[in-house]
Nanobody, 115 residues
Framework: QVQLVESGGGLVQPGGSLRLSCVASGVISTRFTMAWYRQAPGKQRELVAINAIGGNTNYADSVKGRFAISRDISRNTVYLQMNSLKPEDTAVYFC?????????WGQGTQVTVSS
């Protein structure tokens, strides 16, 4: 069974940085997309960044130039480097693994940007 475990969330001041990690276990294929989503209180879950099969990446307009997604295929791990954080980045961040016919979610990690 595939499990995704996120880590790296926390409280940071505006302008600060955090690095989120997501480790996937139980995976038997490398042909899947990994992505980060976030959900702020009272809002819908939204895509933040995606690392597709082949390494193509894409970002939400709100985080372009500040966030970077990367992936270590050998470790089944995806990272999200978040720089120049803003209060509006406050949310629960979820890792997602999508293989087309299946999709898995992590439990989420809280990121709070506040002074």
């Amino acid at each position: 069974q595939v499990q995704l475990v996120e880590s790296g969330g926390g409280l940071v001041q505006p302008g600060g940085s955090l690095r989120l990690s997501c480790v996937a276990s139980g995976v038997i294929s490398t042909r899947f997309t990994m992505a980060w989503y976030r959900q702020a209180p009272g809002k819908q879950r939204e895509l933040v960044a995606i690392n597709a099969i082949g390494g193509n990446t894409n970002y939400a307009d709100s985080v372009k130039g500040r966030f970077a997604i990367s992936r270590d295929i050998s470790r089944n791990t995806v990272y999200l480097q978040m720089n120049s954080l803003k209060p509006e980045d406050t949310a629960v961040y979820f890792c997602n693994l999508d293989g087309g016919s299946y999709t898995y979610w992590g439990q989420g990690t809280q990121v709070t940007v506040s002074s």
